[in-house]
T-cell receptor
Framework: AQKVTQAQTEISVVEKEDVTLDCVYE???????LFWYKQPPSGELVFLIR??????QNEISGRYSWNFQKSTSSFNFTITASQVVDSAVYFC???????????FGKGITLSVRP | DAEITQSPRHKITETGRQVTLACHQT?????MFWYRQDLGHGLRLIHY???????NKGEVSDGYSVSRSNTEDLPLTLESAASSQTSVYFC??????????????FGQGTRLTVV
C-alpha cells in the first residue's frame, strides 16, 4: 500500500521569506510518480509538477523548486521569496506503477502575510 | 479548449435523499476519478474508472456508486445521503496512454451539504 505524509499542517511566513513544504512517501513499487498540487482559496486544484521515480534531478521553475531524494523517500517543495499569492493549500500526491490513482497527503496550509 | 466540468457547484439536500453529482470531461481521457475533500483528511478516492463500463471502488466507497456509459461522463450517486457525506467532491480525469502516472485534471469541485 502507498502512503503520503505531509507532517506540517499549517505554515505562516512573512512575504519574501523562503519556505519549504515537506513530503514523505511510502511505496514498495520501484516505478512511481510524485506530484504537487496547489489549491488556492478559490478552491480549484492546480497541477504544479510531476516527477517519476527514475529521475532524481531537482527542478526549478521560477521561485519554485523541488528536491527529490529517494534515499529518504522525500519530495520537498521550496518557495523562494514567498508572495501573498502563494497562500494556498499544497498537496503532495503519489501514483504507483501503471496505476493512475492519486494517493494524496493531507495537505499543508500556507499563509503568506504581507 | 478541453475541460472537465462538475455540476452542480453547490447543493443542499436532506438526509435519506438520493443525489447525483455530474462530471463531464472533453479531454477524451479513459481514466476518471471521484475524490472527496474533508478537513484533516486531504483528498480521498471514492470511485474510479479506467474506461467505459469499468468502475472500481476506492478508499471510501460506502454509500456511493458510479456508472460509466461513455468516455465523457462519470456521475457519482449518493444512494441515501447522510450527514457524514457533507463534503467537497472533486472529479478528475487523466490520460491512460503511456506507462501511467500522467497528470490528472480536476473539476472545480461540488460542495454538498446534507441536512
Amino acid at each position: 500500500a502507498q502512503k503520503v505524509t505531509q507532517a506540517q499542517t499549517e505554515i505562516s511566513v512573512v512575504e519574501k521569506e523562503d519556505v519549504t513544504l515537506d513530503c514523505v512517501y511510502e511505496t514498495r513499487d520501484t516505478t512511481y510518480y510524485l506530484f504537487w498540487y496547489k489549491q488556492p482559496p478559490s478552491g480549484e486544484l492546480v497541477f504544479l509538477i510531476r516527477r517519476n521515480s527514475f529521475d532524481e534531478q531537482n527542478e526549478i521553475s521560477g521561485r519554485y523548486s523541488w528536491n527529490f531524494q529517494k534515499s529518504t523517500s522525500s519530495f520537498n517543495f521550496t518557495i523562494t521569496a514567498s508572495q501573498v499569492v502563494d497562500s494556498a493549500v499544497y498537496f503532495c500526491a503519489l501514483v504507483t506503477g501503471a496505476n493512475s490513482k492519486l494517493t494524496f497527503g493531507k495537505g499543508i496550509t500556507l499563509s503568506v502575510r504581507p | 479548449d478541453a475541460e472537465i466540468t462538475q455540476s452542480p457547484r453547490h447543493k443542499i439536500t436532506e438526509t435519506g435523499r438520493q443525489v447525483t453529482l455530474a462530471c463531464h470531461q472533453t479531454w477524451n481521457h479513459n481514466n476518471m476519478f471521484w475524490y472527496r475533500q474533508d478537513l484533516g483528511h486531504g483528498l480521498r478516492l471514492i470511485h474510479y474508472s479506467y474506461g467505459v463500463q469499468d468502475t472500481n471502488k476506492g478508499e471510501v466507497s460506502d454509500g456511493y456508486s458510479v456508472s460509466r456509459s461513455n468516455t465523457e461522463d462519470l456521475p457519482l450517486t449518493l444512494e441515501s445521503a447522510a450527514s457524514s457525506q457533507t463534503s467537497v467532491y472533486f472529479c478528475a480525469s487523466s490520460d491512460s496512454t503511456g506507462t501511467g502516472g500522467t497528470e490528472a485534471f480536476f473539476g472545480q469541485g461540488t460542495r454538498l451539504t446534507v441536512v
